[in-house]
């Protein structure tokens, strides 16, 4: 790649300038717009990268595939949704770098998508003009089974880490999502979790390295960043800190065989019971259990036309299905979970049930490599709960769900690991004291603004029916399950104020933290979404500094770096 000088800056700044005649104010013209961004993008890589390749304009025959294949919620692949100017489809790390330095020398704005499962859509739609960095190209995978380790860029998918684990091992695995397409990017640095999370805690406490690009174009791993920064991209959301480009991930022991089992009940079926009891053992019973609970609001079987309430225990055990019924027999006795629920498998398999197989034969191993996925229409939120709900409550909750209608919760438990790790480990802060976490969802399939309106106003109903039951003050959510509600950031001159009101909830007390980071690495805020960390509001960039920060040397800039944000990356510059 060709040395980042001044000189390229220049030569930019000048394309920028030439082109600017032929360029509305709003970069209309989305074929200038291409344009410029090609040759930027040909002058800072080599002749030998064909960079044409890689970058689609609107007038390409391929750029509405390109954008849709990785448009995982149908809300927002509309005749109305926002588009790109310019998709960038990297295939190199120096093509990620100069893509960086090409959208800050042409002032437009870039976002990051990896497996584009962000479910309300900021990292591929923005009412700014914008480019998309589309990392599904870079999808390498390392597994070294000697050292127990992988590396694994960003733009690869869930399923293919676990297949190329599967390769080299049997007794290895790692605690990560149960969605085979999710992007191993957004979903490592937003926090990552899965059915082994009471094992062995979220993906981001088993990453042990990074390699990003800054907002300098530099390319960085850990001991570069510091561990400030490596700290803030393992949960507090990659893109508010630059591109990160791969993870290195340390690989858990799993048996070579597994449980799992899938049970049904009812509310004429002592479902309320189940429920309640669940709450007390899901959290606290063996860390190698994790027992998800999903209830919907269904068409009752025993009372024709009528509506009741079911609730599924979706289970996965770190052992023989003798073991578990052992566990269970004695602990959740109302599941009535017996041998013939339950089917032992590999746990490579058991990913693939996990992943919708659950109903007959688990297919080849290889469907773990499928990017095929069924987009729907879709809204999520989240809470936490942090005391049992009692069973009067619950009753209340089922009446309110059926009247509703479409609205279903998972309740994912914790315990176990999750309340060993401090708060503060990383940006992820919904440790000891979190019973479970709730995901509401509702999906649909008809492309209809009455329909959606309605369903929308349905799980946002069901969320404030349960204001009394989960935390408080603040009312915490999980960044990964991307809510748009709890707050948005214009990224003005109130971006601070704005992403309070949301950062909380996602990382309350680290939020200052984030911010901190945020500040020093990124000053100017071009890392930034609808809900990226904003920086701090009296940062003055190059000029005066504020009382509570101190002037840094970093990467050939001087920066107002906070006296509480410490690196080992940071040296002082002596004023001649």
């Known amino acids: 790649m060709k040395p980042f000088t001044s ?19 709003s970069w209309a013209a989305s074929d200038s717009a291409y344009d410029a961004f090609l040759q930027c993008l040909t002058h800072r890589t080599q002749p030998s990268d064909h960079v044409s390749d890689i970058v689609y304009s609107r007038a390409n025959s391929s750029f509405s595939d390109v954008l849709v294949s990785y448009v995982r919620n149908l809300r927002f692949n509309l005749s109305s949704t926002p588009k790109p100017l310019v998709i960038v489809t990297p295939t190199r790390e120096s093509h990620v770098q100069a893509a960086v330095l090409c959208s800050k020398d042409l002032g437009v704005h870039l976002k990051i998508r990896s497996g584009g499962h962000d479910f309300d859509g900021i990292l591929y739609v923005s009412q700014d003009d914008f480019f998309i960095l589309d990392m599904f190209n870079l999808r390498s995978i390392d597994v070294d089974v000697q050292e127990e380790t992988a590396w694994v860029q960003a733009g690869a998918t869930l399923g293919e880490l676990y297949y ?42 088993n990453v ?37 480009l791969a993870y290195q991930i340390k690989l858990v022991p799993v048996p070579e065989k597994v ?33 998800r609970l999903v209830l919907q609001p269904v068409t009752s079987k ?10 599924t225990v979706v289970a996965l055990f770190l052992g023989h299905s003798d073991q578990l019924l052992a566990i269970t027999d004695k602990e959740l006795p109302e599941m009535g979970l017996k041998k ?76 176990g690991r999750m309340s060993e790790i401090p708060a503060s480990a990383t940006p992820f802060p919904h440790r000891a004291g979190n019973l479970f976490k709730i995901q509401y969802y509702i999906n649909w399939s008809e492309d209809d603004p009455e329909l959606e309106k309605n369903y929308l106003a349905q799980i946002r109903r069901l969320y404030s029916y349960t204001t009394a039951f989960v935390s408080k003050n603040p009312r915490s959510a999980f960044l990964n399950y991307r809510d748009l509600d ?91």
Not at 7 to 19: D, E, G, K, Q
């Open 164 to 205: 190329r684990i599967s390769e080299k091992s049997k007794v290895h695995g790692f605690p990560a999502g149960v969605c085979r397409t999710v992007g191993v990017g957004g979903h490592f640095s937003g926090g990552g979790y899965g059915n082994m999370l009471r094992k062995y805690g979220l993906s981001v406490d």
């Open 302 to 311: 025993t009372q024709k036309g009528q509506k009741t309430l079911r609730a």
């Open 340 to 415: 013939e629920n339950c089917t032992e498998l590999s746990w490579i398999e058991s990913a693939l049930w996990w992943d919708g197989f659950d109903n007959g034969t688990i297919p080849a191993l290889e469907t773990l490599l499928s990017r095929e996925y069924d987009a729907k229409f879709l809204k999520r939120k989240s809470d936490y709960v942090q005391t049992p709900i009692s069973k009067a409550n619950l009753d209340w909750l089922w009446k309110k769900m059926i009247e509703l209608g479409k609205v279903g919760l998972m309740f994912n438990p914790y315990g």
């Open 259 to 291: 449980t799992v089992f899938r049970v049904e009940k009812a509310l004429d079926q002592n479902a309320t019971d189940l429920v309640y009891k669940w709450q007390f053992v899901a959290p606290n019973t063996d860390p190698g259990l994790f027992m």
């Open 486 to 576: 709890i707050g948005t950031s214009t990224n003005g001159k109130n971006s601070y104020e704005e992403g309070q009101v949301y950062g909380v909830k996602y990382f309350n007390d680290n939020f200052r933290r984030l911010v901190k980071v945020k500040t020093a690495v990124d000053p100017s805020n071009f890392f930034r979404n609808e809900q990226s960390i904003p920086t701090l509001p009296n940062y003055r960039g190059n000029h005066c500094c504020p009382e509570t920060t101190q002037r840094k040397y970093w990467m050939g800039q001087d920066q107002c770096t906070p006296t509480h944000l410490s690196s080992p990356n940071w040296r002082e510059r002596r004023e001649r």
């Open 7 to 25: 000189l390229s800056s220049l030569f930019a700044l000048l394309l920028f300038t030439l082109l600017s005649p032929h360029l509305s104010p």
């Open 208 to 244: 042990i390295d990074a390699r990003m690009v800054d907002v300098e174009g530099r390319i960085l791993d850990r001991k570069a960043m510091g561990e400030d920064l490596f700290w803030a991209i393992t949960g507090g959301g990659g893109a508010s800190f630059g591109v990160v």
